[in-house]
């Protein structure tokens, strides 16, 4: 069900945010989480409940809880009222919900803040819940966005993984995610404990004949107290190998290149700059955003503010008149620094080195000498990552910020 919140401060009853500066010309995103899933899949740490969990909430109500938290939130930010740049609900799995309940979401949103003309619209999706009847009713509701939960194409890693979906239902879901009109993307993971090389070419390979917009691949990261964590407790599994690890990367990001998929940041590649996920580009940027659903985090004006878990806890401060909002921070210099770096470093367009503190700034040239850096960004003020960057993203951050 996910790790424990922050603590942080109190959030006002009413969701207000006192003392917070924000700039009108700062693009807006939301985010709406839906936290339900058929099973929970063995690596997932995410704030996720299977039916027997949520204990006295209905996923039948669910949405109607969500337009309370979007009325709140148009209140809260009436003074610096914007339209949304981009929208996206993630999971769980979305798409669990019917169709028509997100697009109810998706109208509340356009209706009490408005979208951008151009605003992109992104649903995650299970493959097995995406059927033509599912997919056109999605895109006629505003949606322009489908991303795909592919994960692999090798039946024994998706067992490994616990997920449950028939590999041949990710070229059924694509397709009619294609013929509705929306773009589509889809999402792999490598690096399964037992996955070897030839298995992730299979899953690349697979995915690549999709011929979608975007594809984004990450590595497994072995989260405590998950039932994967476990498994490899107690020996039933090997741990992840770093260096297979990294020549997975090196096999995907040389196909994806062949095949006409540029890398944007460490773990995406698109067709071109316009199928890049503009949602995601928003938290690497910085931009605001307001995060509905529970446990789902907010950014606005600088401060951080997180919701309660449990969808009963959400549903009944909500309906009591409350904001569903469990605590608030507002960062210090320095966490804003490591974080600033961490999120910019990963993509393509870097960081400049102007905005390093001056006695940061000697440590590019070390990450240069050792290949982490491109060497003539570095001279023209920018920190750009190499390819063996990419793979070392954290050491370079750990560099750029002590």
């Not at 299979?202 to 995915?207: E, T």
């Not at 964590?229 to 196909?255: F, K, N, S, T, V």
């Not at 569903?324 to 400049?352: K, Y």
């Amino acid at each position: 069900m996910g790790a424990a919140l922050p603590l942080g401060d109190p959030v006002p009853r009413d969701g207000s945010l006192p003392g917070v500066s924000i700039d009108a010309a700062t693009p807006l995103s939301a985010y709406v989480h839906i936290p339900f899933c058929r099973v929970r899949c063995g690596y997932c740490d995410f704030n996720t409940y299977t039916a027997d969990e949520l204990r006295g909430e209905r996923r039948e109500d669910y949405a109607d809880s969500v337009l309370r938290e979007i009325d709140l939130a148009a209140r809260v930010l009436e003074p610096h009222r914007r339209s949304l740049s981009t929208v996206f609900f993630g999971g769980g799995t979305p798409t669990l919900l019917p169709a028509r309940d997100l697009t109810r979401i998706l109208g509340a949103l356009r209706d009490r803040f408005g979208l951008d003309p151009d605003a992109e619209v992104t649903v995650e999706a299970n493959p097995d819940t995406v059927h033509p009847a599912v997919a056109t009713e999605l895109a006629r509701g505003g949606v322009t966005r489908l991303s795909v939960g592919m994960q692999s194409d090798v039946s024994e890693v998706l067992a490994t993984l616990d997920r449950t979906h028939r590999r041949e239902n990710v070229a059924a879901a694509v397709r009619a995610a294609r013929e509705s009109g929306l773009a589509v993307s889809v999402d792999l993971i490598y690096g399964t404990p037992g996955e070897s090389l030839d298995q992730w070419r299979q899953s690349v390979d697979a995915a690549l004949a999709l011929e979608t917009d975007h594809i984004s691949a990450y590595a497994l990261i072995v989260e405590e107290g998950t039932a994967l964590e476990r498994r490899i407790r107690r020996g039933e599994l090997p741990a992840p190998d770093d260096d297979l690890q990294a020549a997975m990367y090196e096999y995907a990001d040389d196909a994806f290149a062949s095949a006409g998929y540029d890398w944007y940041e460490v773990s995406n590649w698109s067709r071109g700059h316009e199928a890049r996920s503009r949602h995601n580009l928003a938290y690497w940027r910085g931009h605001d955003w307001w995060g509905f659903g529970p446990g789902a985090h907010s950014h606005i004006g600088g401060v951080r503010f997180w919701n309660v878990r449990h969808p009963a806890a959400y549903a009944q401060r909500l309906w009591s008149g409350e904001s569903p909002g469990a605590g608030r921070e507002v960062p210090d210099e320095a966490a804003r620094l490591l974080e600033r770096v961490m999120l910019r470093v990963r993509t393509v367009e870097g960081l400049p080195v102007s905005e390093l503190p001056r006695e940061n700034r000697p440590a590019v040239a070390g990450l240069v000498a050792d290949g982490l850096a491109d060497g003539k960004e570095a001279v023209r003020g920018r920190i750009i990552l190499t390819r063996r960057g990419r793979l070392l993203a954290d050491a370079v951050v750990r560099a750029l910020t002590v």
